[in-house]
């Protein structure tokens, strides 16, 4: 399994950036995909996860209301819009993937195994 995260950039407060993350190597029917990140001197965080089987949706509640995640079939993609991005949404973001989690664990890093590069997220002026 193979993750491809990209999409990340500089934008300025109140601006929207699109990450986009490319499974390959396996079929994500039973599979999960996770968004993380991690901003300087912390430790890495959930943001948001997609479970393919059903479409289900998870979100922390920093980004409610802001982020949303879809996929997109054809091309094996999830995709995290995020808006009205803050300075604190600074960081590193990871895509991982993992298969047949439930729902009680898919906030939790450890529950994958699989991850992609990260690609950096910068919220400034």
């Known amino acids: 399994v193979q993750l491809q995260a990209s999409g990340g950039g500089l934008v300025q407060p109140g601006g929207f950036l699109r990450l986009s993350c490319v499974v390959s190597g396996v079929i994500l029917d039973d599979y999960t995909i996770g968004w993380f990140r991690q901003a300087p001197g912390k430790e890495r965080e959930f943001v948001s996860a997609y479970k393919w089987n059903g479409g289900s949706t998870y979100y922390a509640d920093s980004v409610k209301g802001r982020f949303m995640i879809s996929r997109d079939n054809a091309k094996n993609t999830v995709n995290l819009q995020m808006n009205d991005l803050k300075p604190e949404d600074t960081a590193v973001y990871y895509c991982?993937?993992?298969?047949?989690?439930?729902?009680?664990?898919?906030?939790?890093?450890?529950?994958?195994?699989?991850w992609g590069q990260g690609t950096l997220v910068t919220v400034s002026s």
């Open positions: 991982a993937a993992d298969s047949n989690l439930i729902s009680s664990s898919i906030r939790y890093e450890n529950q994958y195994d699989y």
